[in-house]
């Protein structure tokens, strides 16, 4: 039997929301029973917040989802076990008879995935298309018309299939989010927000800006090195670093003495301006 999952890819997501907007068009005034009922206007099974982080001009804008993650373990369910149930596949549903009038549900999940329909006096959530997979579909309708590749969907105990390999290749890169809750989410999360540690570096005795030098940054914890050049703006930039951790940043440039800082990433760090003074 499958296990179905989506892949959210942060990197390539450019926030034009048609994945929010498909989800509507299906959902809003179309009853999909026993799986959904229809939701109302205001009520989104799919977010996409927008997540904006740095200081100064060194500012970056993620879109990231927040969804049902279908649980292995789904604290909603252990909750309200004769409201809502999981399918063979995974799919975890909300009976749209038994759990009407149910309000306090929207505060069984711990992702905040699940919403209330006032109109419906129905707690509602994404099924993953649950309907059109059960006529025969291979994809969500937020899937299908992602432009940008951004969002993959699949089933997950298929190792040929797209989403298995996908997550096989890029395992080092995957992140499920709210573990320590123990729900066992099933989706993944490709390059979430993390901190970065940015900069500009000046030659001391020209004022100019240092095209190549290299920016080396040591945990001082893990001793993970990170490594980047500079631009011929004199600007580098080390991504997807680990939070509330302290770093050693040692930057070197031919003909010049080296530089070295202290950094903690409790979020992104942009150190300005770097001067070197000649060797």
């Not at 299939?161 to 729900?183: F, M, N, P, R």
Request: contains cysteine; hydrophobic residues 35%.
């Amino acid at each position: 039997m499958a296990r179905y999952g989506f892949v959210y890819n942060i990197e390539r997501c450019n926030g034009c929301y048609s994945c929010f907007l498909a989800c509507k068009d299906e959902y809003t005034g179309n009853c999909h029973r026993p799986t959904c009922a229809a939701t109302t206007e205001g009520v989104n099974l799919v977010k996409v917040n927008e997540v904006e982080y740095g200081t100064g001009s060194k500012v970056k804008v993620d879109y990231v989802h927040n969804v049902c993650q279908q649980c292995a373990n789904p604290a909603c369910m252990a909750k309200y076990p004769d409201q809502i149930y999981k399918r063979a596949d995974g799919i975890v549903i909300i009976d749209p008879d038994k759990a009407k009038g149910n309000k306090e549900m929207v505060k069984a999940c711990p992702y905040g995935a699940i919403v209330w329909n006032e109109k419906a006096q129905l707690p509602q959530k994404c099924t993953m298309c649950a309907h059109m997979l059960d006529a025969g579909e291979k994809v969500t309708r937020c899937s299908e018309v992602c432009p940008n590749q951004a969002l993959l969907f699949g089933d997950l105990d298929d190792p040929k299939s797209e989403i298995s390999e996908y997550v096989a290749a890029h395992k080092d890169e995957l992140t499920q989010i709210k573990t320590e809750y123990g729900t066992g989410p099933t989706h993944y999360y490709r390059y979430l927000p993390a901190p970065f540690v940015t900069g500009e570096v000046v030659a001391g005795d020209t004022d100019e800006c240092l095209k190549g030098a290299k920016a080396t940054l040591t945990c001082d914890e893990c001793k993970a090195v990170y490594t980047a050049e500079t631009d011929f703006l004199g600007d580098f930039e080390i991504r997807r670093l680990p939070t509330n951790k302290i770093f050693t940043l040692v930057v070197e440039a031919e003909g010049y003495k080296p530089k070295e800082l202290k950094v903690r990433t409790m979020a992104a760090v942009n150190l300005g301006e770097i001067v070197l003074e000649k060797a």
